[in-house]
């Protein structure tokens, strides 16, 4: 099948996307590979990559790609230069280097204020530095200004973190209220269940 979709970098990644996606994994692994040696790299593809370097584990074979997009930093627009920050971040995230990831999140807000899911990611490494009040302001702010947009079970997902930081600071009126919320919004996360159930019972 590979040989019907030619040699094009986009193309292989796609193909990789796919074989991987059905369990071909080996395939997909061989594919990806010779995605990655295309230069100039299409941005399409630098985000396959550096996606699929994430979920397998891969953080610094990620960063590498991100370099080498960053290199054309001229071809790109706004948006794209400041996904390029923000993935950055998650790969410094998932290596735990918090501040690294920090200072990444926030370059790509300075480049794109608009990018709403970097406040997300910062709460969470707020979150995991124990920094809560930030984390709390950061979920807060996403709430505010795009929750009502967002999928019910995104919106519920949101909920669920702001009331895990608010529990980490004791305020478990407010953690009760936006498990409630989540569990409202979304019916079906176990989480906004269980929480509203226990808290509930030890706190009204």
Not at 31 to 45: D, L, M, Q, T, W
Not at 160 to 177: D, I, R, T, W
Request: glycine share 6%; proline share 4%; aromatic share 12%.
């Amino acid at each position: 099948m590979g040989a019907f979709l030619g040699e094009e970098p986009l193309s292989r990644a796609l193909f990789a996307e796919f074989l991987w996606n059905h369990g071909y994994k080996e395939q997909s692994e061989k594919e990806f590979s010779e995605a990655a040696k295309g230069r100039p790299i299409n941005y399409r593809v630098g985000e396959l990559l550096v996606q699929h370097f994430f979920r397998t584990g891969r953080p610094p074979a990620a960063r590498q790609i991100l370099g080498v997009l960053d290199k054309q930093s001229s071809e790109w627009s706004p948006t794209e230069k400041a996904r390029i920050r923000y993935f950055e971040g998650q790969s410094y995230f998932l290596e735990k280097r918090y501040q690294e990831a920090i200072a990444s999140y926030e370059v790509a807000l300075s480049i794109d204020p608009g990018m709403f899911y970097v406040h997300e990611a910062l709460g969470k490494v707020f979150a995991e530095t124990g920094d809560y009040d930030r984390a709390i302001a950061r979920l807060r702010f996403l709430l505010a200004k795009s929750g009502s947009a967002l999928p019910p079970q995104e919106a519920a997902e949101l909920r669920v973190e702001l009331g895990q930081a608010y529990e980490k600071k004791n305020l478990f009126v407010q953690a009760l209220s936006e498990y409630f919320q989540a569990s409202k919004l979304d019916p079906a996360n176990e989480m906004a269940q269980k929480r509203a159930a226990e808290l509930g019972k030890e706190h009204l």
